[in-house]
């Protein structure tokens, strides 16, 4: 038994090494390959199925378990088991008709990691195949159908057969070569990103709030008066006020006007208050203006699960998991995903909610024509989720044909322009102030304007379709 559990596993690793910080994107293509032809001799599809995401999720996630420990062991395992339940589909559908094995492999395949856009916890959709293409040309897929489409291309394209998979590869080149939407540039804005520095690996409850912003601030005022600037970007909740306190005319909302003023430029901050009754807190992102005013505010809506809210808090307590590292739940905010600075509307997609393409989506939606993407990777140990948040960055500028400017307290810190090449992008760790110019850009891509929803319904139709075909190949057999 243990010898047929061998090639899916390694199949898995290969997959998980296509990922970000690792990278070799043709790796996934190699991973499901292999995958697809253990699947084809496994008695045991479940099993296999299992075993082949295991082999992706255990590296790919390995950050997960510094920041929680049962978390991660419980996303390995659902992981697993949404995979293995895809294999099982798959060979019930081929069982009568061997001929659909493949493409009923490709189908339920893309609905696991489908799944894992809203499951569990309101979706989970870390090291995706879509992450793991964000440098290759398959990545181009994303401008029509999101994440979606390019998992269901790299699928298609590893699980298919050899005349299925010529098909697949020419219509591949048709889609790297058209252009899609009608998108275009209408001006340009000069950001300035400031990233504080300071060590990794760090919770904000072992973390002097002061220190953080005092390192924000030192690092801002390196930067000279410049009428070309538009902002100047702070990363998520390095301002953050404990103990019922506002930052609206608090000092560090004076210190941060103050410079404001100095440059003549709105500031987009990063600040956490307390949620009103003390009960939880708040993550939001707003404006300052050089005069002190506070114009604009986003509240994050879709919280980080184990680390700004603690999913079956009771439960996890009761086992003796580390509860403490989240006393208090995040507030989810309920306002559209966008901020106004200096006549420049901006999408706004704080941390987590960038490997959502909807999110991103609802701020182009309502105008912006730039995306921000304050975060602050300083929690987590080693540079895994980093590296694959500026890969979602990557796969997010291109579904919506906007730059993205990224902005973390630690790094990474950086912008990624619309085709996904990535631009000064900071190191780990350092104090350091990026400037760029970037295109403002209106229009929509197909992608912006039909989201997911198509792409999942087309994979839900050919699975059914391909059962039928089985189903109908069964009673021939039969008669």
């Known amino acids: 038994m243990v010898r047929r559990l061998v090639p899916p596993f390694v199949a898995g690793l290969l997959v998980a090494a296509s990922m970000p910080p690792w990278g070799w994107w043709p790796l996934a293509l190699v991973g499901c390959a292999l995958y697809a032809r253990s699947a084809d001799r496994s008695p045991v599809p479940f099993r296999t199925g299992a075993v082949w995401a295991l082999g992706w999720f255990v590296p790919s996630l390995v950050w997960m378990w510094w920041l929680t420990a049962p978390g991660y062991v419980l996303a390995c395992l659902g992981f697993a088991v949404l995979h293995g339940a895809a294999g099982t589909v798959a060979s019930v559908v081929g069982g009568s008709a061997p001929h659909l094995r493949r493409p009923a492999l490709v189908a339920a395949h893309a609905l696991a990691e489908t799944a894992r856009l809203s499951i569990p916890f309101g979706g989970v959709p870390l090291a995706t195949l879509a992450v793991s293409q964000s440098q290759s040309p398959v990545a181009r897929f994303a401008t029509v159908g999101g994440a ?126 307390d949620a009103p009754g003390g009960a939880g807190f708040t993550n939001a992102q707003v404006v300052v203006q050089p005069d002190g005013r506070i114009t604009a505010r986003y509240d994050k ?75 602050n990777g300083s929690s987590y140990t080693l540079t895994v989720l980093q590296t694959q948040q500026i890969a979602s960055s990557r796969v997010r500028a291109r579904e919506q044909g906007r730059w993205v400017v990224q902005a973390a307290p630690t790094g990474f810190s950086a912008f990624v322009s619309p085709d996904g090449t990535v631009l000064e992008r900071t190191g780990i760790g350092e104090r350091r102030v990026i400037t760029a110019d970037v295109e403002l850009r209106s229009g929509r891509t197909p992608y912006s304007r039909t989201g997911n929803e198509p792409w999942v319904l087309a994979l839900v139709a050919w699975l059914c379709v391909l059962a039928m075909r089985a189903a109908s190949a069964n009673r021939r057999g039969r008669s």
Not at 205 to 210: L, S
Request: aromatic share 8%.
């Open 148 to 273: 979606v489409l390019v998992c269901w291309t790299v699928m298609g394209i590893s699980f298919a057969g050899h005349r299925t998979r010529g098909i697949l590869l020419a219509v591949a080149l048709l889609f790297v070569a058209v252009p899609f939407g009608s998108v275009h540039t209408d001006g340009t804005a000069r950001f300035a990103v400031v990233q504080g520095g300071g060590e990794q690996g760090t919770h904000a409850i072992d973390t002097d709030p002061t220190v953080v912003f005092d390192a924000h601030v030192d690092a801002t005022r390196s930067l000279a008066p410049d009428e070309r600037l538009t902002a100047v970007v702070w990363p998520e909740n390095v301002i953050n006020m404990p103990g019922q306190r506002a930052f609206e005319g608090s000092p560090e909302h004076r210190a941060v006007a103050a410079e404001a003023r100095r440059l003549g430029v709105p500031f987009i901050v990063g600040i956490t208050e």
């Open 301 to 375: 809506r879709r919280r980080v699960p184990f680390g700004e809210y603690m999913p079956m808090r009771g439960v996890l307590d009761a086992l003796g998991a580390p509860v403490e590292l989240v006393p208090r739940d995040a507030v989810a905010g309920t306002g559209p995903a966008f901020l106004d600075a200096n006549n420049v509307r901006a999408a706004v997609a704080i941390s987590w909610e960038v490997f959502f393409g909807g999110r991103v989506n609802e701020g182009v939606a309502s105008g912006g024509r730039v995306i921000l993407n304050p975060t």
